[in-house]
């Protein structure tokens, strides 16, 4: 299933703002619509129904096994630390930041706090980190291993994908495969701690119509 992020924002602000129509004076309500008609509230809506899907288990109950392809990582992890906020600077202060939207933090805190402890539950999950045999790809997935681990999420896995093994009679071919094997030793440390696995590159396409044989 794909999350539609402006169906998620729109049930995130009728959550939100709903209570107060009525209960408050309309200029106050279209304040707080306002404050949250932007891409942020869009991301934390969905990120809500992501966390939704992870932290409550009657969301997943009629299926044995739930995969998630999520956002760039680097994103995914500074959503997940938002619950965190909620704590560190206390309602008063966010109350002026992001007007109406500390309810919903607070009604989604439980959620959060269950969906981390889902991720950090090596019985229930696996998150599977995916890198090239290239050094900014390594750094990337080192530096998140690193932060997933301090949320509490250590059953980690790494795919290499696209591993490219050369022929002896490909001088182009094998100057790749020694700079992905050069790339691969100096991140020794990073992969004794995790189960590796390689995928090699293909000579094909994996999707698509298959070529005419002609």
């Known amino acids: 299933m794909n999350i539609d992020p402006d169906a998620a924002a729109q049930a995130y602000r009728d959550r939100i703002v709903g209570p107060y129509r009525g209960r408050l004076p309309p200029a106050i309500v279209r304040n707080m619509e306002e404050q949250l008609s932007g891409a942020c509230t869009m991301e934390i809506a969905a990120f809500d129904e992501f966390a939704r899907l992870l932290g409550e288990p009657a969301a997943t109950a009629d299926f044995d096994h739930v995969i998630f392809d999520t956002a760039p990582?680097?994103?995914?992890?500074r959503l997940m630390t938002l619950r965190r906020l909620v704590r560190v600077s206390g309602e008063q202060h966010l109350w002026h930041i992001l007007p109406g939207s500390v309810g919903g933090f607070a009604e989604a805190a439980s959620v959060y706090e269950r969906s981390v402890a889902a991720l950090a539950d090596g019985a229930r999950t696996t998150l599977v980190l995916v890198s090239r045999r290239k050094r900014p790809p390594w750094t990337e997935a080192e530096r998140t291993s690193g932060e997933l681990a301090v949320l509490g999420a250590r059953n980690q896995r790494l795919i290499l994908n696209g591993v490219y093994r050369a022929s002896d009679s490909d001088p182009l071919g094998l100057a790749l495969?020694?700079?992905?094997?050069?790339?691969?030793?100096?991140?020794?440390?990073?992969?004794?701690?995790?189960s590796v696995l390689e995928v090699p590159l293909r000579a094909h396409n994996l999707v698509g119509i298959p070529p005419c044989e002609n």
Not at 184 to 194: E, H, N, S, Y
């Open 73 to 77: 990582t680097g994103h995914t992890l």
């Open 177 to 194: 495969e020694r700079r992905g094997t050069s790339a691969l030793t100096a991140k020794q440390d990073f992969l004794k701690r995790l």
